[in-house]
């Protein structure tokens, strides 16, 4: 069973810079996707970025050109540096790990359990 561990969240002000970072242990298969997601109050949970275990990377448009997503295999961590950020990005900020045992079949999804990001105005 795969474990995610969150870490980074906080207060910080319009136009400050937070990094959140999440760990994953227990993993299986060499086919893997980490990313992050946020929900906001009142709003659906959507995607923040991605990066695969080949290096793909995806941001929501949102968010491009003030975060940048990358990943340390060896430590199987993804971290998420987040510049620029503005109040419309507080919200709870979600670790996802994908992976699967080959490229025809389904993923299998875990969750990290959030941490909150509230930036100030």
């Known amino acids: 069973q795969v474990q995610l561990v969150e870490s980074g969240g906080g207060l910080v002000q319009a136009g400050g810079s937070l990094r959140l970072s999440c760990a994953a242990s227990?993993?299986?298969?060499?086919?893997?996707?980490m990313g992050w997601y946020r929900q906001a109050p009142g709003k659906q949970r959507e995607l923040v970025a991605t990066?695969?275990?080949?290096?793909?990377?995806n941001y929501a448009d949102s968010v491009k050109g003030r975060f940048t997503i990358s990943r340390d295999n060896a430590k199987n961590t993804v971290y998420l540096q987040m510049n620029s950020l503005k109040p419309e990005d507080t919200a709870v900020y979600y670790c996802?790990?994908?992976?699967?045992?080959?490229?025809?079949?389904?993923?299998?999804?875990?969750w990290g359990q959030g941490t909150q990001v509230t930036v100030s105005s």
């Open positions: 227990g993993t299986q298969f060499s086919i893997n996707r």
């Open positions: 990066i695969s275990s080949g290096g793909t990377l």
């Open positions: 996802l790990f994908q992976e699967r045992k080959g490229v025809l079949v389904p993923w299998y999804d875990y």
